[in-house]
């Protein structure tokens, strides 16, 4: 009776022998036997290539496991990818009470969430802990002028009143300037500020000939502060956590499609491809173009300074009515 043949797990510096023994001509057969793994495994390892080498650069990695729970892990990596898209700032105890709900709607009863676990979680991912802070130093510059110069092309075809930009910001609403006036000798303290927010959509054309209606989401379907007004300079939307959502986001360009149609104008969108923006509708009249991913601090031309003078402005118009 034939003995049944151990299996041998290779590590990635062996995986990457593997792939450099093939590639210098030797027959697959001859590195199968020399590596003692079957053929099947063999070309597995040269169909992962790419990744095998990606991931043997990080230092201190030896294998490519995917952990005890593949599942829950890839489930807890896109939400992650989902709260940065939203800038959603996500900590360890955050991260394995998520994982806890995981485990529970894929009925992994035997799931620890523990530190160990998020521990080797971070390290098979590649995440890591950092301070939240601005965006605009990590982008390769490279990646920003390859897109500048085709920038021209892409909108050749469109007149400037033609071509517009949206983005999304966060409005803490109730919230009072930072920063005072004060005498020398004077400790300056001030209150606690209000974390009341709101989400608004903003959208400018090129040539700043035109501002769309913007799009405000809320958490109250009905705020009791819009009681017996007629008409409002915005359009109001509202879920749990006043975010913008995919499904808010698609209702409104359809809305801007059909302005766009009853127009007659065909016009250029330039917007960030975070996850809300993924799945649009067939648009007849408007054209989407995203920004390169991670580069809207730099390329976004309503993160140019034109968002933070309109949060200047009304921070202004809330300090009005205080004093009033």
């Not at 956590?241 to 065909?266: G, H």
């Not at 969108?269 to 580069?295: E, G, Y």
Request: glycine fraction near 4%; charge should be positive; hydrophobic fraction near 35%.
């Amino acid at each position: 009776m034939a003995t049944k043949q151990k299996y041998k797990c290779l590590s990635l510096s062996e995986k990457k022998e593997v792939i450099a023994a093939v590639e210098s001509g030797k027959a697959k057969s001859e590195v199968a036997k020399t590596f003692q793994i079957p053929a099947s495994t063999l070309s597995t390892i040269l169909k992962n290539k790419q990744k095998i080498v990606e991931v043997s650069s990080v230092a201190g990695r030896k294998r490519t496991t995917k952990g005890e729970y593949p599942r829950l892990e890839d489930c807890l990596v896109t939400w992650l990818r989902q709260c940065r898209d939203k800038n959603v700032p996500v900590g360890g105890s955050l991260l394995k009470e998520k994982a806890k709900a995981y485990a529970k709607e894929l009925d992994i009863p035997s799931f620890a969430a523990s530190e160990g676990w998020l521990t080797n979680f971070k390290k098979r991912n590649d995440i890591f802990f950092k301070k939240v802070c601005g965006e605009s130093t990590s982008i390769s510059d490279s990646v920003c002028s390859d897109w500048r110069a085709e920038l021209s092309s892409l909108t050749e075809s469109y007149e400037p009143h033609n071509i517009f930009n949206t983005d999304v910001t966060g409005l803490f609403f109730n919230c009072m300037p930072d920063k005072t006036f004060t005498f020398k000798d004077e400790k300056c303290h001030g209150g606690k500020h209000s974390k009341e927010r709101l989400t608004l959509l903003l959208t400018v054309n090129m040539d700043g000939s035109e501002k769309l209606k913007p799009l405000l989401i809320g958490k109250a379907a009905k705020p009791r502060c819009f009681k017996g007004i007629q008409s409002f300079p915005v359009t109001y939307r509202s879920n749990k956590k006043a975010w913008m959502t995919t499904e808010l986001f698609n209702e409104w360009l359809n809305s801007l499609n059909s302005d766009m149609k009853k127009q007659n104008r065909e016009i250029l969108l330039f917007l960030d491809n975070c996850s809300v923006h993924n799945n649009p509708p067939n648009l007849s009249n408007v054209k989407l173009h995203f920004f390169p991913p991670n580069t809207t601090s730099k390329l976004q031309p309503l993160d140019q300074g034109i968002i933070q003078n309109f949060k200047a402005f009304y921070r202004h118009e809330i300090v009005k009515i205080v004093l009033d």
